[in-house]
């Protein structure tokens, strides 16, 4: 195994012993890391399968809703009959505005030769 920058690269821009050293080094950084997420995990297994579930019964959450997973509350939603009303709120995408009337004449459909 060689160090990803060591792979892409045609020219051999370190040594075997220093690309060697970079592969350990890459590695116990790896190591470190998948176990302090295991842990985490671990130690945050009952929040997760809450967490899970709650993914499984709404397919997304926002920020409010996982706070509230993880507190071990329900997951307040309106029910889906019920209208959601968002007040004094707009998008992030500016709406276009429709001119009336006509279009302009240059895009108006042409007919096709021959018909």
Known sequence: EVFLGHSITQQKNVSEQTAHKIDLEVRKIIDEAYGRARGILTD?????HRLANALLEYESLNGEEIAAVLKGEAVARPDDDEPVVTQGRRGTVPSSS??????????EPHPQ???
Request: net charge positive; proline share 22%.
């Open 44 to 48: 945050n297994l009952e929040s997760l």
């Open 98 to 107: 429709r001119r009336k009337g006509k279009p302009p004449p240059d895009l």
């Open 113 to 115: 030769p021959g018909s």
